[in-house]
C-alpha cells in the first residue's frame, strides 16, 4: 500500500469515529464524562481529607500570648496610676460589654453569627487564594475564625494555619456557646494603641471602661478592628479618615438593619471622635513606689507572686489621686526646689519619703517614696533601714501610762511627772553605766514629761525607758506597729534606735490618733481577678492600749506642736498633735504628727551615692541650712501636705479622754557645755512662733560616726536593717559604758 492509500484509510477512519462520536486523539483523555468524575473523585478525596483532619486536628491549648494580660492599678476615685505586664490587655466577662456594643461588633464582622457555623466557606476559600496568589491578607473570616486565629493560632499568613483554623473554628462552635466565643472575640482582638481587647480599647480611645461604652462608641470601635494602625483618628488622614467614617456608618445601618437599633436614635448620632492618645500608664515617678507596696502588701494577703506575674488582676488602691499630688507638691516646695542636686554633694545625698493614713479606715491615702522610682528603687517610704529616733519617745511615754509605771521614786508616770533633764545624768535602776547627751548637750534641770516632750530631752525617755521596763517597752511597741526590726532592749531604745519605716511610723501614730485602737496601714482596697477575689484583712483592730493612754499621749504631743520643737508643724487651719526626731550624727530627720482627721510621717535620709555603697551619711548642710533637723523641712513638708489634703484645713477637734491636762511649766532655760551649731535651721516664712525653737537631735547609743562607712542591705521596699558599727560619738565614754556591763530590766 502507497502513502497515498495509507492516508485515505486514515481519513476514513477518522470519519467513521466521527460519525460514531468519539473523540479522537489525546482529546479520548479529556472526555466531559471523565474530567466530571475526577472533579468529584478529587472532591470526595478532598472531603476525605477534611474529615480525617477533622478528627485528629484537636482544640489547642490557648496561645501563650492570648492569656497575657496586664495589672491595672487604679486610684480610689477609679482614676488608673499604672499598668504593668508585657500585654495592655485586661479581660472582662461578656456582661459586663453593652449589649448593643456587642451587637456593634457583630454588625461589622459577621452578621450571621448568631445562626452559622462559625465558618464563612466562600471567605475561607478568597482567603485561601489571597494566600496562595501572594494578595495581601486573607479576609473573610467570621467572628469564630477571627478569635480561634487570636486564642489558639498564631497571625502566620500560611495556607496550612488557615485550614486549622477551618477546622478549629467548626469544632469550636460545636463545643463552645456562642456568648463565649464572642467574649473571647472582644477580649482578644487588637485595637490599637497598644491596646488588646476591648477594655483596654475603651481605656485608650475613651477613657472609660468597657461597660461605660455608648453604642456609637462601640461602633466606632467595631470598625477599628479591620484596620487599627490607619484607623486610629488620632493619625489618620483625610482620606482614611472618610473610610473609618463610612465604616462606622455601615456599622450602625447594618444594626438598624438587623433591628438591633432604633432608626430615629441611629439617624441623631454624631461620629464620637476619640480622644488623642497618652503615653503608657508606666511606673516613673510616684507609681512605681505605689505598685510596689501594693504587692508586697498583696504577698502579706495570701496573693502569690506567680499568681500577681500572671497578670488579669484589677487592683483598687486607696490613694487618693488629689492627697497624692498634694503630697508630691509639698516634698517638691518645701524641699526639692530648695535642693541643688547636681551642684552640693550633700544635697545629691538627701532621700525624702513620706506616708499618709486615715486613722479611721487605716487607708494609706498617699505615699511618697523617692525621686522617682525609675532613679531610686528603693521606696523611702516603706525602707526600714534608718532609726525612727525621738518620733519613738511617745511610745515610752505610752507603755508608761499603759502600764501604770511610776519612777524611781515611786511617783506614777504622767504629764507633769518631773524628771532630771541634765545632759549626760546616768539612768538610774540599771547594773550599768548609761548616760545620753541631750542635743547640743544641753541641760534642763528638773522638767515636766511635757516639756520633755516639748524640747525632745533624751535624759528624761532614757530613764522613763528603765522605770516602765525595757521588755514592757518593746511590748507596746510591738502592740502599736513598731516591727521588729533589729529591736534593742536596752535604755537607748527610748531614742528610737530599732530600724522602722514612715509606712510602720504612720501605723504608730494612726493608732494613738484612734484611741490607742490598732491601726494597720493599707495601700490596697480591692483586688480582683476573673478568677477570684482577694478578701483583704480589716486594716482596724483590736484596742492595743487604752483609750486614756492614746489620748493622754496626744495630748502631749499637742504641746509639742504648739511650743516645742513641731512649731513648723503648727497652722490655725487644724489641731494637731506631733513629734519630731533627728538621729545620730543627722543621718535622718522625721516628723510624725496628725489631725483629728489624718495621720502623716515624713523623714529625710541622707544616703550615699551607690558607688560608695549606699552608706548612711549626714543631713548636715542641706540646702545650706544647717542641721536637717525634724523640726526643719520634715515638719515643713508635713504642714504643707495637711493643708492641702484637708482642703485648706479643718475644724475638727481631738476628742480626747486623758488621764491629766499638762500643767503649764516654766519655759526651762538650758546650761550648755558646747556651743550650739551657728547655722540657723530653716523655719516657715509663715510661723507664728517667730522665736526659734531649739533642734532635738539625739545622741544615741550605739550608732557610726559620719567616718565609719556602712553599707546597708536593701530588700526593697521595706529594705533590711544592718546594724551600725558601734563606735560612739566621741563626746566621752559614758554612751559606751552600757555595753561593758550587763543590763537589769526592772
Not at 268 to 289: C, R
Not at 301 to 327: F, P
Not at 705 to 711: G, H, N, Q, S
Request: aromatic letters at 8%; a negative charge; charged letters at 25%.
Amino acid at each position: 500500500m502507497g502513502r497515498a492509500d495509507a492516508r485515505q484509510a486514515r481519513q476514513r477512519g477518522a470519519r467513521r469515529a466521527t460519525r460514531a462520536g468519539g473523540p479522537t486523539g489525546i482529546r479520548r483523555f479529556f472526555t466531559f464524562r471523565k474530567i466530571l468524575g475526577t472533579f468529584f473523585g478529587l472532591c470526595l478525596l478532598a472531603m476525605g481529607a477534611f474529615f480525617v483532619a477533622y478528627m485528629i486536628v484537636p482544640i489547642p491549648e490557648a496561645n501563650a500570648e492570648a492569656k497575657l494580660q496586664s495589672n491595672i492599678y487604679k486610684y480610689s476615685d477609679g482614676k488608673i496610676l499604672a499598668r504593668t505586664g508585657e500585654v495592655n490587655r485586661e479581660i472582662v466577662g461578656l456582661e459586663k460589654i453593652p449589649k448593643d456594643v456587642q451587637y456593634a461588633f457583630i454588625a461589622a464582622e459577621n452578621k450571621t453569627f448568631f445562626e452559622d457555623s462559625g465558618v464563612d466557606v466562600k471567605g475561607t476559600l478568597r482567603g485561601l487564594k489571597n494566600t496562595v496568589t501572594g494578595q495581601g491578607k486573607q479576609g473573610g473570616s467570621t467572628i469564630t475564625q477571627q478569635y480561634v486565629k487570636n486564642y489558639y493560632l498564631t497571625q502566620d499568613r500560611t495556607v496550612t494555619r488557615k485550614l486549622k483554623e477551618l477546622v478549629i473554628s467548626l469544632k469550636v462552635d460545636r463545643n463552645k456557646e456562642k456568648s463565649e466565643i464572642l467574649a473571647g472575640y472582644l477580649n482578644t482582638s487588637y485595637f490599637g494603641r497598644g491596646a488588646y481587647g476591648i477594655q483596654a480599647a475603651a481605656q485608650a480611645y475613651y477613657g472609660v471602661d468597657a461597660e461605660k461604652l455608648n453604642v456609637s462608641q462601640g461602633a466606632y470601635l467595631a470598625a477599628l478592628v479591620q484596620a487599627p494602625s490607619s484607623y486610629d483618628w488620632a493619625v489618620a488622614s483625610d482620606e482614611t479618615k472618610e473610610a473609618v467614617t463610612n465604616r462606622w456608618n455601615y456599622v450602625l445601618n447594618n444594626m438598624v438593619e438587623e433591628s438591633w437599633l432604633d432608626k430615629g436614635t441611629r439617624d441623631a448620632m454624631k461620629f464620637p471622635v476619640p480622644k488623642a492618645p497618652k503615653a503608657p500608664a508606666g511606673l516613673s515617678g510616684q507609681a512605681g513606689y505605689i505598685v510596689d507596696a501594693a504587692a508586697k502588701e498583696l504577698a502579706r494577703q495570701g496573693v502569690e507572686k506567680a499568681d500577681l506575674d500572671a497578670g488579669g488582676w484589677t487592683i483598687t488602691l486607696n490613694i487618693d489621686s488629689k492627697r497624692q499630688k498634694e503630697l508630691e507638691k509639698a516634698v517638691h516646695e518645701q524641699l526639692e526646689s530648695k535642693l541643688d542636686r547636681e551642684g552640693s554633694k550633700v544635697d545629691a545625698t538627701v532621700q525624702a519619703g513620706a506616708t499618709s493614713v486615715d486613722p479611721k479606715t487605716g487607708k494609706v491615702v498617699a505615699l511618697y517614696g523617692g525621686v522617682s522610682a525609675t532613679e531610686h528603687w528603693l521606696s523611702n517610704a516603706t525602707r526600714r533601714d534608718y532609726q525612727p529616733a525621738s518620733t519613738f519617745k511617745p511610745v515610752v511615754f505610752a507603755s508608761a501610762l499603759e502600764n501604770g509605771s511610776e519612777t524611781q521614786d515611786g511617783v506614777p508616770i504622767g504629764l507633769n511627772t518631773v524628771y532630771d533633764g541634765t545632759s549626760k545624768r546616768p539612768v538610774e535602776g540599771i547594773d550599768g553605766h548609761y548616760a545620753p547627751q541631750n542635743d547640743l548637750n544641753r541641760s534642763y534641770g528638773d522638767v515636766t514629761v511635757q516639756t520633755s516632750l516639748n524640747r525632745s530631752i533624751n535624759s528624761s525617755f532614757a530613764q522613763m525607758a528603765v522605770d516602765v521596763g525595757l521588755e514592757n517597752v518593746k511590748e507596746t511597741a510591738l502592740d502599736l506597729g513598731v516591727p521588729d526590726e533589729n529591736f534593742p532592749v536596752r535604755p537607748s531604745v527610748a531614742l528610737g534606735t530599732m530600724g522602722a519605716s514612715t509606712w510602720d511610723m504612720a501605723g504608730v501614730y494612726a493608732t494613738l490618733d484612734n484611741h490607742g485602737k490598732k491601726v494597720t496601714p493599707t495601700i490596697v482596697a480591692k483586688a480582683e481577678h476573673k478568677d477570684r477575689k482577694v478578701e483583704l484583712q480589716d486594716p482596724i483592730g483590736d484596742q492595743v492600749i487604752s483609750r486614756e493612754a492614746a489620748d493622754t499621749v496626744t495630748a502631749g504631743l499637742t504641746g509639742v506642736v504648739k511650743n516645742g520643737s513641731g512649731v513648723n508643724a503648727k497652722s490655725s487651719a487644724y489641731e494637731a498633735a506631733g513629734k519630731t526626731g533627728t538621729s545620730e550624727n543627722n543621718k535622718s530627720a522625721w516628723f510624725a504628727g496628725y489631725t483629728p482627721e489624718l495621720a502623716t510621717v515624713v523623714a529625710l535620709f541622707g544616703e550615699a551615692p551607690p558607688d560608695q555603697g549606699g552608706r548612711q551619711v549626714s543631713l548636715t548642710g542641706t540646702a545650706e541650712a544647717g542641721r536637717a533637723n525634724g523640726g526643719g523641712f520634715p515638719a515643713m513638708i508635713w504642714s504643707d501636705y495637711t493643708t492641702g489634703a484637708l482642703n485648706g484645713g479643718s475644724d475638727a477637734e481631738f476628742d480626747l479622754d486623758v488621764a491629766e491636762i499638762a500643767v503649764p511649766d516654766p519655759t526651762p532655760t538650758p546650761t550648755e557645755t558646747e556651743s550650739e551649731d551657728p547655722t540657723p535651721t530653716p523655719t516657715k516664712t509663715e510661723s507664728e512662733d517667730p522665736t526659734p525653737t531649739p533642734t532635738d537631735t539625739e545622741t544615741v547609743d550605739p550608732t557610726p560616726t559620719d567616718e565609719t562607712p556602712v553599707t546597708p542591705t536593701f530588700t526593697p521596699p521595706t529594705g533590711t536593717f544592718t546594724p551600725p558599727v558601734e563606735t560612739g560619738d566621741g563626746d566621752g565614754e559614758a554612751n559606751r559604758d552600757e555595753e561593758r556591763r550587763p543590763l537589769l530590766t526592772p
